[in-house]
């Protein structure tokens, strides 16, 4: 089975850059995605890795080592809207398992 | 707009009542799931359906029982259930994860809020 760690929550600074790191554990991987949820709100689909490598979306940016079970979420020029929990999931023969999630505090 | 919906939003229900939870999808996936969110605690994965068949069950109590009539359609049958079950419930729905080449973009519902007293 799978387990995804990352950290509970991170801080940083309104048009500062943040990473966020997720590390797994997988007797079968297919690839590594990330969500978006905003409180009351639902996860939305941001990225998906599936080949090592930096995957780029505006200012949003993934990134995939699998030698190393490990990527990134890089969020550029933060904005107040992006305050939000941050999911990584791995994704694995017919399931998708998320990690528990990382908060984002955004001071002004 | 998502493309899954989810009925009803909100649920307070009894611990001897039972309900049931509905989703749908208008995507043409061919995989759902349940997921549990309890504040504070990840995304707990309930169930899944791949291709219409349950491929998932990861240990979830009886008194949670989901049906699956086709490929659109996702229900989550609830009874007797305990205060500790309050929770918020999201349905998701993908292409079938083994499918690589779709990636692994799930699409959720609005979830619903459950309230048990």
């Known amino acids: 089975g799978q387990s995804l760690e990352q950290p509970s929550e991170v801080t940083a600074v309104e048009g500062a850059i943040v990473q966020i790191n997720c590390t797994y554990q997988?007797?079968?991987?297919?690839?590594l995605s990330w969500y978006q949820q905003h409180d009351g709100g639902a996860p939305t689909f941001l990225s998906y890795?599936?080949?090592?490598g930096l995957e780029e979306t505006g200012r949003f940016s993934s990134f995939l080592s699998r030698s190393d079970s490990y990527g990134y979420l890089l969020l550029q020029e933060l904005q107040m809207k992006d305050s939000a929990s941050y999911f990584c999931?791995?994704?694995?023969?017919?399931?998708?398992?998320f990690g528990k999630g990382t908060r984002l505090h955004i001071l002004p | 707009e998502t493309g899954v919906t989810q009925t009803p939003r909100h649920l307070v229900m009894g611990m001897t009542n039972k309900k049931s939870l509905k989703c749908e999808q208008h995507?043409?996936?061919?995989?759902m799931y349940w997921y549990k969110q309890s504040a504070k605690k990840p995304l707990e994965l309930m169930f899944v359906?791949?291709?219409?068949?349950?491929?998932e069950n990861n240990s979830v109590p009886s008194r949670f029982s989901p049906e699956c009539p086709n490929s659109s359609h996702l229900f989550l049958h609830l009874h007797t259930l305990q205060p500790e079950d309050s929770a918020l419930y999201l349905c998701?729905?993908?292409?079938?994860?083994?499918?690589?080449?779709?990636?692994?973009?799930?699409?959720f519902g609005q979830g619903t809020r459950l309230t048990v007293v």
């Open positions: 995507l043409g996936h061919n995989a």
């Open positions: 998701a729905s993908s292409q079938v994860p083994g499918q690589r080449a779709s990636g692994a973009e799930a699409f």
């Open positions: 997988t007797s079968g991987f297919y690839g």
């Open positions: 999931a791995g994704l694995e023969d017919d399931k998708i398992i």
């Open positions: 890795n599936a080949l090592d």
């Open positions: 359906y791949s291709l219409e068949e349950r491929v």
